[in-house]
Nanobody, 124 residues
């Protein structure tokens, strides 16, 4: 089992950058494919990005492609989401998740463990 804690959220202006971190404890992070999801008020949870266990494969949602980058440092047991050129529509609670399945996953029901989330607010 693994515990996940996100950090790095905040209030920024449009065009700014943020880097979210997801720190894992318990079982080593390299045992899991990892993903980032977000949920805005009144909306369903949305896939943002995913990364394979070793970090060799990544996948980003079209809405963030070219602006956000997922990465991981298994030695530090941490996954990151670098967010550049933020837009007001990126405002949401961002959560990281761990999947025991081998390839990277884009469907939230294929993730086994979730963090509590961190708020990102982008003002116009």
């Amino acid at each position: 089992q693994v515990q996940l804690v996100e950090s790095g959220g905040g209030l920024v202006q449009a065009g700014a950058s943020l880097r979210l971190s997801c720190a894992a404890s318990g079982r080593t992070l390299s045992s899991y494919a990892m993903g980032w999801f977000r949920q805005a008020p009144g909306k369903e949870r949305e896939f943002v990005a995913a990364i394979s266990r070793g970090g060799g494969s990544t996948y980003h949602a079209n809405s963030v492609k070219g602006r956000f980058t997922i990465s991981r440092d298994n030695a530090k047991n941490t996954v990151y989401l670098q967010m550049n050129s933020l837009k007001p529509e990126d405002t949401a609670v961002y959560s990281c998740a761990a999947s025991e399945l081998l390839p990277l996953q884009i469907e939230d029901h294929k993730y086994d463990y979730w963090g509590q989330g961190t708020q990102v607010t982008v003002s116009s």
